[in-house]
């Protein structure tokens, strides 16, 4: 999403949320290559491979403490793998439905 896009969806969400006298929170990560890319895991070199497990439970750990309503990813892989973070959010309570790639 353009910078100047995403300003004004959150300027949107923040002014009527305000409107209503309720909290809107807003957070933003970087999930740090959510994606497929060589790694270099545990001294041995991995080409192409996903990010580790172990990773993923911190960060939706992370992610659950912080229970966001809007939440903006920095260095998130495709759809794919957006999907595969919201399941496994969604089945670990918090649940955010909508989503956006730019």
């Keep these: 999403m353009p910078l100047k896009s995403l300003c004004l969806f959150l300027l949107f969400i923040g002014v009527s949320e305000v409107l209503h006298a309720e909290v809107l929170r807003v957070a933003t990560y970087?999930?740090?290559n959510y994606l497929e890319v060589d790694r270099l895991l545990d001294g041995r070199y991995r080409p192409s491979f996903p990010k580790p497990e172990e990773e993923k439970t911190v960060l939706r750990n992370i992610l659950i403490e912080v229970q966001p309503d809007v939440l903006i990813l920095q260095e998130m892989g495709s759809r794919p793998y957006l999907g595969?973070?919201?399941?496994?959010?969604k089945e670990e309570g918090l649940d955010l439905p909508y989503k956006y790639v730019a």
């Design 84 to 89: 595969e973070l919201q399941a496994d959010l």
């Design 30 to 32: 970087n999930v740090q």
